[in-house]
C-alpha cells in the first residue's frame, strides 16, 4: 500500500505582494475615511454612556452622584445597567442577580454590598423600576448626541469610534488574506495581535493574554491527543470498529457514516472533541487508500476531511449542551422577557434540523468532491492486516485509551461538577485538553519529539489569532454596529417583522459566526433581535422562536477555517485550502438559511409553543 508523500501546503508557500498589497490598501482605505456617525454613536454607547447611564441611576434612586455613592448604591447602578444592554428591564430580573453573574460582567461584588443592593430595589414598586429603566435606555439610545458632548467625552467617543473602525478594516483585511492566501495564514494570525497593539485598540500586555485562551488550549491538547492515537495505532482499532461492517466502502457511504454518527453527538458532546477524535480516522482512511494506480487523490482527502468537519458544525443547534450560542439565547430569552425554554423542550424543536441537514450536506459534500477512489476496500484490508501484525490491545494502546476517555469524561463534567461544588475551581475544556496530553508523556505513550513532529502548530496560532480577531469584533461594538446598521437599513425596505425579520436576523447571525465565535455571534445579535421582536410581536411565540432561530443560525459557520474550531482542527491535517471550505461552504450556507426558515414558517409556527399566542 504506497504511503503517503510529503504534502505541499500553505505553510511553504512565500508571500504574494501583488495579491497582498490590495487587503493592505483596504485596511488603510477603511482606517483614513471620514468616522461615520453611526460609529460615533456606537462608540459612545460602549464608552460614554455606561457611565452616564449609572450616575443618572444614582441620582434618580439615591439622589447621589455615582462618585459619591456607597459601594452598594453604585452595586444597584450598575447591575441595573447591564440588565439594561441585555434588555432584562424588569424587577424580576434585577432579583435573580447573583454574584456569579456580577462576576461573569465584571461588577465588582461583596456579598452583604448585593443584600444590600436585594434589600433596597424589593421596596421599589414594579412600575416605578420598569419606568426608571425605560428613562435609563432612552438615555443611552436616544439622551446623549455625540455633539453635544463635552471636549473630554468626545475625545472618549472618538476614541470608541476609531477601535470599531480598526475592526472592521482587520476584519477586511484578514477575511480576504484567507481567502487568498498571499500569505501563510499563521502569520495572518500574528498580524491581528500587531494591527491591534500599533492601533492602540489593546496594549502589548493584553495581547499576549489574549492569544491564550482556553479554546486555543483545547485545539492545541486536542491535536496532541490525536498524535497519541495515530502513535500508537489506537485510531485504526477505532476506525475498523467503525466501518468493517460495511460490505462496499465507497466513500460515499463512509461519509454518510460520519455524519449519521458524528452529527448527533454534536448535540450533547463538544463538537471540538469530535472534529480531534475523528481527524485521525479520516486522514488514515486516505493515507491507507493510495495506491500504486491511485498514488495521491486530494478530491478524496479533501471530501473526508470537510465531512467532519461540517458534521460537527450542524450538530450543534440539536440541543442546548451542543454549544455556548444555546444557553446564551436561552438566557437572553428569560432575562428579558421571562419565557423559559426546558432542554427537551429545545431538542424537539432544534433537532429536525440535524435530520435535515444530514442529508442536505452529505449530498453537497458528494456534488463538490469528485474523488478518483472508488472504494476503500484497499485501505480497509490494509488496516485489518495492520491490526493482525499488532495483535492483542499492548499497554500504550491501553493507556492511550483510558486518558483518553478521563478526557472525555471530564470535558463532559467539568462545568457541572464545578457548579454542584465537586470542583472548588472551573477547569475547562481547554485545560483539560492539555492535562491529557501531559498524562501521555507521563504515561510513556509518547514523548515530545512525536507532538513537535505530529502536530500543526501552525494551526495552533491560526485560531488564536482568530479568537482575538472575534474578542476585538465583539468588544469593541464593531459586531454590534454591523448588527443594528444592517437590521435598521433593512427595516426600511418593510421587513422588520414577520419572517422577513427572521431572515435577515439569521442572515446576518450567520454572516457573523464565520468571523468570529458563534458565542460571541449571537450576544451580539440576540438583543437587538429580541428586542425588535418583542415591538413587533410583544408576549408571542415570536420570542422564543426568534431565541432558537438566533442560535441555530450561529452555527452556520461553513465558510471560512476561522468560524469554528472544528474547520481550524481538520484544517490540521494538511489537505485542506481555504478555497475549499468555500467549495461546500456557501450553498450550505444558503440550504441551512433556507431550511431554518422554512422550519421556523411551518413546523414551529403550526406547532407553537406552549400557550403564548402565534405571531
Known amino acids: 500500500m504506497k504511503q503517503d508523500k510529503k504534502k505541499v501546503t500553505g505553510y511553504d508557500k512565500y508571500i504574494d505582494w501583488k495579491i497582498f498589497s490590495i487587503p493592505v490598501v483596504l485596511f488603510f482605505a477603511v482606517l483614513f475615511m471620514p468616522t461615520p456617525?453611526?460609529?460615533?454613536?456606537?462608540?459612545?454607547?460602549?464608552?460614554?454612556?455606561?457611565?452616564?447611564?449609572?450616575?443618572?441611576?444614582?441620582?434618580?434612586?439615591f439622589s447621589v452622584k455615582s462618585e459619591e455613592a456607597a459601594q452598594w448604591q453604585l452595586l444597584t447602578a450598575r447591575i441595573m445597567e447591564q440588565n439594561m444592554r441585555i434588555g432584562a428591564m424588569n424587577k424580576n430580573r434585577f432579583m435573580d442577580r447573583n454574584a456569579k453573574w456580577c462576576k461573569k460582567y465584571k461588577i465588582p461584588v461583596q456579598k452583604a454590598n448585593l443584600e444590600k443592593a436585594r434589600e433596597y430595589i424589593h421596596s421599589v414598586s414594579d412600575a416605578d423600576f420598569k419606568a426608571l429603566m425605560d428613562n435609563a435606555l432612552e438615555l443611552r439610545k436616544n439622551g446623549l448626541k455625540y455633539e453635544n458632548l463635552t471636549d473630554k467625552d468626545k475625545a472618549n467617543a472618538d476614541s470608541g469610534a476609531w477601535k470599531i473602525k480598526v475592526a472592521i478594516a482587520m476584519g477586511i483585511f484578514v477575511v480576504l488574506c484567507f481567502l487568498t492566501e498571499c500569505i501563510p495564514l499563521p502569520a495572518v494570525a500574528f498580524c491581528i495581535g500587531l494591527i491591534l497593539v500599533f492601533t492602540g485598540v489593546i496594549s502589548r500586555k493584553e495581547v499576549a493574554m489574549l492569544y491564550w485562551s482556553d479554546a486555543c488550549w483545547f485545539i492545541m491538547g486536542s491535536l496532541m491527543f490525536a498524535a497519541a492515537f495515530v502513535k500508537t495505532g489506537v485510531d485504526k482499532r477505532v476506525c475498523m470498529m467503525m466501518f468493517k461492517r460495511l460490505a462496499v466502502p465507497n466513500p460515499k457511504w463512509i461519509t454518510l457514516i460520519f455524519f449519521i454518527i458524528i452529527a448527533p453527538l454534536a448535540a450533547f458532546i463538544s463538537d471540538h472533541a469530535l472534529a480531534a477524535m475523528?481527524?485521525?480516522?479520516?486522514?488514515?482512511?486516505?493515507?491507507?487508500?493510495?495506491?500504486?494506480?491511485?498514488?495521491?487523490?486530494?478530491?478524496?482527502?479533501k471530501m473526508l476531511m470537510i465531512a467532519i468537519a461540517m458534521a460537527c458544525n450542524i450538530g450543534g443547534p440539536g440541543a442546548p449542551s451542543g454549544g455556548a450560542r444555546n444557553v446564551i439565547m436561552m438566557t437572553y430569552l428569560t432575562d428579558m422577557f421571562g419565557i423559559d425554554i426546558g432542554y427537551f423542550q429545545w431538542v424537539t424543536y432544534c433537532f429536525p434540523f440535524i435530520m435535515i441537514m444530514i442529508p442536505v450536506s452529505w449530498f453537497v459534500i458528494n456534488m463538490r468532491f469528485k474523488p478518483k477512489t472508488v472504494s476503500l476496500a484497499p485501505a480497509m484490508n490494509h488496516l485489518r492486516r495492520e491490526i493482525d501484525r499488532m495483535g492483542a490491545w499492548n499497554?500504550?494502546?491501553i493507556w492511550a485509551l483510558i486518558i483518553f476517555l478521563i478526557m472525555v469524561f471530564g470535558w463532559f463534567t467539568e462545568k457541572a461538577f464545578y457548579n454542584m461544588g465537586i470542583y472548588p475551581i472551573r477547569l475547562g475544556i481547554g485545560v483539560i485538553a492539555v492535562a491529557g496530553a501531559i498524562a501521555y508523556i507521563m504515561a510513556g505513550v509518547v514523548n515530545w519529539r512525536d507532538?513537535?513532529?505530529?502536530?500543526?502548530?501552525?494551526?495552533?496560532w491560526l485560531y488564536a489569532g482568530a479568537i482575538i480577531f472575534g474578542r476585538t469584533l465583539d468588544s469593541t461594538g464593531a459586531a454590534y454596529w454591523l448588527a443594528r446598521s444592517a437590521i435598521e437599513f433593512l427595516s426600511n425596505f418593510g421587513i422588520d417583522s414577520g419572517l422577513p425579520l427572521l431572515a435577515v436576523s439569521n442572515g446576518l447571525t450567520s454572516i457573523l459566526t464565520n468571523l468570529m465565535a458563534d458565542g460571541p455571534a449571537a450576544a451580539s445579535v440576540g438583543p437587538i433581535a429580541l428586542n425588535m421582536a418583542g415591538m413587533v410581536h410583544p408576549g408571542t411565540a415570536y420570542l422564543p422562536f426568534m431565541a432558537m432561530a438566533t442560535a441555530v443560525a450561529s452555527s452556520f459557520a461553513y465558510c471560512l477555517i476561522i468560524g469554528t474550531p472544528p474547520n481550524a482542527i481538520v484544517y490540521a491535517s494538511g489537505y485542506l485550502e481555504p478555497k475549499d471550505y468555500l467549495r461546500v461552504g456557501i450553498p450550505l450556507f444558503f440550504f441551512a438559511n433556507i431550511i431554518l426558515l422554512l422550519l421556523t414558517g411551518v413546523y414551529w409556527t403550526v406547532r407553537g409553543f406552549g400557550t403564548l399566542p402565534g405571531f
Do not use: C
Open 395 to 397: 499497554k500504550h494502546q
Open 37 to 61: 456617525y453611526g460609529m460615533k454613536d456606537v462608540g459612545m454607547e460602549y464608552t460614554i454612556a455606561p457611565q452616564k447611564v449609572v450616575s443618572s441611576i444614582t441620582a434618580a434612586l
Open 278 to 301: 475523528f481527524l485521525p480516522i479520516g486522514m488514515l482512511l486516505y493515507q491507507n487508500s493510495l495506491t500504486d494506480e491511485v498514488p495521491e487523490d486530494k478530491e478524496l482527502a
Open 451 to 460: 507532538y513537535q513532529d505530529r502536530v500543526d502548530w501552525g494551526v495552533v
